[in-house]
């Protein structure tokens, strides 16, 4: 018999179904037009069609996502083949527990199985630590996206 008061583990899996990507799309408009008040027009893009994009679940429930497109060229003064990572949401009540971790090395892990050289993400300026924490190196000034602060930032592999 198991623990209520163990947490469930998580599992992250590729997006395979339409239905799953539509869970997908459900926490980032929690995590992104309704938090943080991104524009739905800005938040969805061209780009979902062609993203691989991941789930994370916990008992059953679908609490996190992230994507990675193949970038058309390398961010500038690299070279090679390179990702970018992006539209990273976990729900509020999951957050703290490593399910941004995990979405993160998922998507690093599909990154190095397509031969990447690196990815590039747009940090947010709260998520930095947790990002140079992961590896990741902040270039360039702060811009604004979608009316936040973001930050460039980088990984080689």
Same mark, same amino acid.
């Given at each position: 018999?198991?623990? *209520?008061?163990?947490?469930?583990?998580?599992?992250?899996? %590729?997006?395979?179904?339409?239905?799953? +990507?539509? %869970?997908?799309?459900?926490?980032?408009?929690?995590?992104?037009?309704?938090?943080?008040?991104?524009?739905?027009?800005?938040?969805?893009?061209?780009?979902?069609?062609?993203? #691989?994009?991941?789930?994370?679940? %916990?008992?059953?429930?679908?609490?996190?996502?992230?994507?990675?497109?193949?970038?058309?060229?390398?961010? *500038?003064?690299?070279?090679? =083949?390179?990702?970018?990572?992006?539209?990273?949401?976990?729900?509020?009540?999951?957050?703290?527990?490593?399910?941004?971790?995990?979405?993160?090395?998922?998507?690093?892990?599909?990154?190095?199985? =397509? =031969?990447?050289?690196?990815?590039?993400?747009?940090?947010? +300026? #709260?998520?930095?630590?947790? #990002?140079?924490? %992961?590896? #990741?190196? *902040?270039?360039?000034?702060?811009?604004?996206?979608?009316?936040?602060?973001? +930050?460039?930032?980088?990984? =080689?592999?």
């Amino acid at each position: 018999m198991s623990n *209520p008061d163990t947490p469930q583990p998580v599992i992250i899996s %590729q997006i395979k179904t339409e239905a799953e +990507l539509f %869970q997908s799309l459900a926490i980032r408009e929690v995590v992104f037009i309704e938090e943080q008040h991104v524009p739905e027009g800005i938040e969805r893009d061209a780009d979902d069609a062609m993203a #691989y994009h991941v789930l994370a679940f %916990q008992g059953g429930h679908a609490i996190g996502t992230g994507r990675m497109v193949m970038t058309s060229e390398p961010p *500038p003064g690299e070279t090679g =083949r390179w990702g970018k990572i992006g539209r990273m949401a976990v729900l509020q009540s999951h957050r703290k527990a490593r399910v941004g971790s995990r979405l993160l090395e998922a998507l690093e892990a599909e990154a190095r199985e =397509r =031969r990447c050289d690196g990815v590039v993400l747009h940090s947010q +300026l #709260y998520a930095l630590e947790f #990002y140079k924490k %992961q590896g #990741y190196t *902040p270039v360039g000034e702060v811009f604004d996206e979608a009316g936040i602060d973001h +930050l460039e930032m980088r990984k =080689r592999f």
